[in-house]
């Protein structure tokens, strides 16, 4: 959530801490917060598109810094929308600020945009290490703290939130977890750290009473918005001169800001129910405050504006039973928020949600039928990035929510305020409550993502958008056409609400599921045998299963999703860009495979030999484009880049929602980006493919290979490929911009000189 201001002012206060050498401890993870804070504290890159392996090292020295002190992380992620709709708002305006920011990097100036598979590569780096981890279906902030209150262990995060929690282990703030520099000697190592605990505080203001403090949190004001009660109050306490001198209530202590002032004041009440007593009074309200006890008896013995904040702060009321408890000790999914916000979904993908496996949107797509598509460093003058893989997301949205109005379930409007009708042939559609439309649908989701179409040609994937302009002031589109999942008997579209980029706003789009008759049931899955979920993936990104017959399996699901990118981006991507991204697939492989631990055979590239192809990995990464040179982004080359990583991703989503027919695709060693800008930049300049892979022969075939399954997809007819994929080539007339047939033969006749195995051996 957030407290506006207040880890400036508590953070400002030594002595609201204590020192803490943490070791031999549990230690609970908000990893959202650990992901954002080591990726931009570090100077990662985000302009070309992030830096990957760097990210997964720098994971790795973070949680082996953890083992040497004996600590045991357990590590919370947030997931997708509160369906309460509450933070809605600040997600939106967050989201639209970030557009602004990854404008300002494409152009050298100062910002600070996630690159788009951070979130993946921590997954699979905690999984990878063993490290427990859970996500929850909306935001964790109210599962850590309880988690953290049952086990009685402290809590890593950086979300102002906890200071207002009452955690019997405190709080750690990461700006004073000093894990890159471990004390002591083995076995007794130690990570220096400061600890806040709510009785510091409360000991500073004279004994303030610690359920006070979410009272605090409501009227300073978090992400779900203060209460216009709450700024009314405000404007009062300042006319009355509230400030120890003219016989107000405050005890005396100079107020230096206004949590500081606000604190004060509260410290002169016993507790909440007396506090609200004043706030009525001075609101003038006829009401008197109940017992405390909460719930309908307390709202209805307040006044209207008391009752308010009363609700606002059980955000903060922790139970003493966590639900995450039986994740962490057996791996299921205990009653509670967990259980209900995963019921949608069939077991093995609600556990598979939990796991982090799934990405939060399929909560988003399910239960609020919404999606943020969150922002990249691309040309704003184009369309979003997200644009070229709109076709595997409608496969996505088509398989979680048809299944919903087949059944009659009430999954896919739970949190949106619908009704369940029965329709013709008594199938269950989806009806919106009166004046829901106005509102834009409902929903809100964490993180770092977003876009939509823009400048240049649009690719609507089969709808139609007319533009209109909501009254939550952003753009809006509805769609429909030829392509239309209809449930029976309806005339209406099933649709999913995307949240994109359209050149510097935000923008509001319709996407249709895809057509019915490509539809998988999801409920069926598990039965579904491997070769059918593979053919509907595959069918999807238009690959044939021949074209992959010489690719190793463990870069099946990259080299579909590069295909699928090739053959739909707009621009086209020019054969210096996919050579530049295959040289860093290669790039990744070789080191990846030169790892200490490394199985052999563990992916494409033998073991043998490896100080040839080490030579031509160092040779590759000595090209990287380095911080501070002057040489300007390339925005055409980040743009197409942009979208190969929003094609891989979703194609990764997709697979995982199908239960992994390919092997999922390991993110870390797929793209670095200021290696593959610099290769381009290189290849750009005249430099040949086989000067930089000379001398190591095991990498120019792997080279070669993932060269020439990409090229032998450009050859598959519009009847052969799937989805949108089909639908995008006949109204493109072939693959891009000079048409199918004079494309191919150009691309088959530049590419033959890499084809014989003589260039390398």
Not at 76 to 94: C, Y
Not at 229 to 258: I, N, V
Not at 550 to 562: C, D, E, H
Not at 601 to 620: C, D, K, T, Y
């Amino acid at each position: 959530m957030g407290v506006h201001g207040l880890t400036t002012y508590v953070e400002g206060n030594k002595q609201f801490f204590q020192d803490v050498k943490l070791r031999d401890s549990v230690l609970i993870i908000d990893g959202c917060s650990l992901y954002f804070r080591l990726y931009f504290n570090h100077s990662l890159d985000q302009q070309h598109g992030g830096d990957y392996d760097a990210f997964s090292a720098l994971l790795h020295q973070f949680f082996s810094a953890l083992a040497v002190c004996n600590i045991q992380p357990f590590v919370v992620l947030d997931g997708g929308m509160d369906p309460s709709d509450k933070k809605f708002s600040t997600l939106r305006a967050r989201l639209q600020s970030k557009i602004k920011e990854a404008d300002c990097l494409s152009h050298g100036r100062h910002g600070s945009v996630l690159p788009y598979l951070t979130r993946d590569v921590f997954i699979q780096v905690l999984t990878q290490r063993g490290v427990p981890l859970v996500q929850c279906p909306a935001e964790a902030d109210w599962e850590i703290a309880c988690l953290a209150h049952q086990w009685n262990c402290p809590v890593l995060t950086n979300d102002s939130d906890f200071f207002i929690f009452d955690l019997p282990g405190g709080y750690l703030p990461f700006r004073f977890f000093n894990w890159t520099n471990v004390n002591g000697r083995s076995p007794h190592q130690w990570i220096s750290t400061r600890c806040y605990t709510t009785q510091l505080l409360c000991r500073y203001f004279r004994g303030l009473n610690h359920q006070l403090l979410p009272l605090c949190a409501v009227l300073s004001g978090n992400d779900y918005g203060t209460p216009r009660c709450a700024q009314t109050l405000f404007a009062m306490l300042d006319l009355s001169g509230l400030d120890g001198t003219k016989g107000g209530r405050w005890p005396g202590k100079p107020s230096s800001t206004r949590i500081e002032g606000l604190l004060c004041w509260l410290s002169s009440f016993p507790g909440p129910r007396e506090a609200l007593g004043e706030i009525s009074r001075l609101l003038g309200e006829s009401g008197r405050p109940g017992d405390g006890g909460g719930g309908r008896k307390q709202e209805t013995t307040m006044g209207q504006a008391s009752s308010r904040l009363w609700t606002a702060m059980q955000e903060y009321c922790i139970q003493t039973e966590s639900s995450l408890a039986a994740w962490f000790s057996g791996g299921k999914i205990a009653p509670g928020a967990m259980a209900t916000l995963t019921a949608p979904l069939p077991e093995c993908l609600g556990l598979a949600a939990a796991g982090g496996l799934l990405s939060p949107s399929v909560w988003d797509v399910v239960v609020m039928r919404r999606v943020l598509l969150y922002p990249q460093v691309e040309n704003s003058k184009q369309a979003s990035c997200h644009d070229c893989s709109r076709a595997i997301r409608q496969a996505i949205y088509g398989l979680l929510l048809r299944r919903t109005a087949q059944k009659g379930a009430d999954t896919s409007d739970l949190g949106r305020g619908g009704q369940m009708v029965v329709g013709p042939g008594g199938i269950a559609l989806a009806q919106e409550s009166p004046g829901q439309s106005d509102r834009g649908g409902t929903g809100r989701g964490r993180g770092e993502r977003g876009r939509g179409g823009g400048g240049g040609r649009v690719q609507d994937h089969g709808s139609q958008e007319h533009k209109s302009v909501a009254k939550d002031g952003v753009d809006g589109g509805q769609g429909s056409s030829g392509g239309t999942a209809l449930a029976e008997g309806s005339t209406a579209p099933i649709c999913v609400e995307e949240y994109n980029r359209q050149h510097l706003n935000l923008k509001r789009n319709q996407v249709e599921l895809l057509p019915s008759s490509q539809a998988l049931p999801l409920d069926s899955l598990v039965q579904a045998p491997l070769p059918v979920r593979r053919k509907f993936l595959l069918d999807i990104l238009g690959v044939n299963d021949s074209a992959l017959a010489s690719v190793s399996p463990n870069l099946w699901l990259a080299v579909g999703a590069t295909m699928f990118w090739f053959r739909e981006a707009s621009p086209s991507p020019s054969l210096p860009q996919l050579q530049a991204l295959i040289l860093g697939m290669v790039h990744g492989e070789v080191a990846c495979n030169n790892q200490s631990g490394a199985t052999a055979n563990q992916f494409s590239i033998p073991q043998l030999n490896w100080a040839s192809e080490r030579g031509v990995w160092g040779r590759l990464d000595r090209l990287r484009v380095r911080p501070g040179e002057r040489r300007g982004l390339d925005i055409g080359a980040a743009h197409g880049y942009c979208q190969w990583q929003a094609c891989l991703w979703s194609a990764s989503c997709l697979n995982h929602l199908l239960l992994q027919p390919l092997p999922q695709a390991h993110m870390t060693w797929l793209f670095s980006g200021s290696l593959v800008h610099g290769l381009l930049i290189n290849l750009s300049a005249g430099r040949s493919t086989e000067s930089l892979l000379g001398g190591g022969p095991l990498s120019g075939k792997l080279y070669c290979t993932l060269l020439d399954a990409v090229r032998n997809c450009s050859s598959i007819t519009p009847e052969s490929s799937g989805g949108g994929a089909k639908r995008n080539r006949r109204r493109r007339g072939g693959r891009g911009r000079g048409g199918g047939g004079e494309r191919e033969t150009d691309l088959s006749n530049r590419f033959a000189f890499l084809m014989t195995d003589e260039d390398f051996e």
